[in-house]
């Protein structure tokens, strides 16, 4: 079941929402070589608990940490480490603040020191795909809008997208309806409508988009060891278009 959010409820998704974004932002410089994923786990855990919020994914179905971080050829919910990053590694930070109730969820994906160009455009163009995702985001659209727009660019640019994790409505807990795939067919699926909270997170692969399951259940990797990026926002379905409540400033 949708559930669709008043004003004051997308109000306090968008505080949540900014508390997140400036520990991204913080983590632009906190992320170097020589840190461990467990460090960058520790250091969003305290930002998070000293901005009075709390650390939404630990204890989601039995997830332990207030992040994913996720290197290189790891699609999503890598566990925090004592891995040390080195310079050509890329690493996904993603995680979930709840603030008196009000969740938001956003990924970034950092470059530790120097990247290979190919590691750069697959950056790039990730990014891109979920901000034409997000414009795809309006009113009277429907959820297969978002995919196409997204798949169709990326798939243009020689990258392929994961199926196996999609994007989720939002609210008072992490995942809700609709899922929101990152491929799809323009003018299929549920309409969007004013109010909805979803967050749009597009994994972009350099190789195949198949993936396999670690031992540890939780932690996908790439079948071929391709690199894999990801970039997510929490949006809010207005009339007015989008709102980005996990925007971070330049
Ligand atoms: N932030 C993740 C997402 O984008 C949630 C991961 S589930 C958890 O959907 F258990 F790892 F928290
Ligand atoms: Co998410």
Known sequence: MISLKSEREIKAMMESGAILASIHQALRDFIREGVTTADIDRFVHHRIEQAGAVAAQIGYEGYKFATCTSVNDEICHGFPS???????DIVKVDFCVDLKGAISDSCWCY????????????LEVTKKSLYLGIEAAKVGNRIGDIGHAIQSYVESEGFGVVRDFIGHGIGPTIHEDPGI??????GKGQRLREGMTITIEPMVTTGTWQMKMDKNGWTARTRDGGYCAQYEHSLAITKEGPIIMTEQEL
């Open 111 to 122: 470059a530790v020191g120097e990247i290979s160009e190919e590691h750069q455009r697959l």
């Open 82 to 88: 004592r891995y040390q990053l080195k310079a050509g």
């Open 181 to 186: 795939p990152h491929y799809g067919i323009q």
